[in-house]
């Protein structure tokens, strides 16, 4: 088993030739303020190991976290809003080149706000992932302020978008942590 609680920042990357490539990965996407960075500090069990911003869109490189030595936590900038000053079509090619022949790539985990419907962009990115040679998991965060009702609701609402591999996620919920570093051990464990 993986020891997420051994985690250090590596280094931030735009540049292909910055991608690290010594141990396998596992890529986190999704829009900004989804909370990816809060995800990433309660599976590490560490409070500050990414930062989080008040400001939406504030990671603009990716990301590189070594867990326990084994691999790569990778953290994609959030896409979507930006008050920073950072184009659309700079995040779409520094994805690509990421995503380009990435041999040591895992996983992708696209985040989605639970609290909100799927929007028609969360799902054209859904169907972009498909077409991937990579797995992927989606990971509906936020599960801790829905009431039940709601929970069905997305489970109906995955059904109908035909998502088959789906957690759902709050930073508030151990067992949904475990969860997750869980599902994480079984790809990179393999």
């Known amino acids: 088993m993986i020891n997420f609680n051994n985690a250090e920042f590596v280094i931030s990357s735009s540049s292909t030739s910055e991608h690290l490539y010594d141990y396998p990965q596992v890529l986190f996407i999704g829009k900004s303020n989804v909370g990816k960075s809060s995800l990433i500090n309660a599976l590490t069990n560490r409070k500050n190991l990414a930062y989080v911003s ?27 809003y930006r008050r920073i000053a950072y184009s659309q079509d700079d995040f779409e090619m520094m994805m690509q080149r990421y995503l380009t022949n990435h041999k040591e790539l895992r996983l992708i ?14 799902l054209e990115t859904i169907n972009f992932l498909q077409s991937l040679p990579y797995p992927y998991l989606i990971i509906f965060t936020k599960s801790d302020k829905l009431k039940q009702s709601e929970l069905a609701k997305i489970k109906k609402e995955a059904e109908q978008n035909q998502i088959k591999d789906y957690l759902l996620f709050s930073v508030n919920n151990r067992k949904q942590i475990n969860s997750l570093q869980e599902r994480l051990n079984e790809y990179i464990l393999k």
């Not at 696209?110 to 609290?115: E, G, K, N, T, V």
Request: aromatic share 14%; net charge negative; hydrophobic share 30%.
């Open 109 to 122: 985990c696209y985040l989605i706000d639970s609290r909100r419907d799927i929007a028609s962009d969360e």
């Open 54 to 80: 008040q400001t939406p869109g504030h990671t603009t490189l990716i990301n590189y976290y070594l867990i326990d030595k084994t691999f790569y936590l990778v953290d994609a900038p959030g896409f979507g």
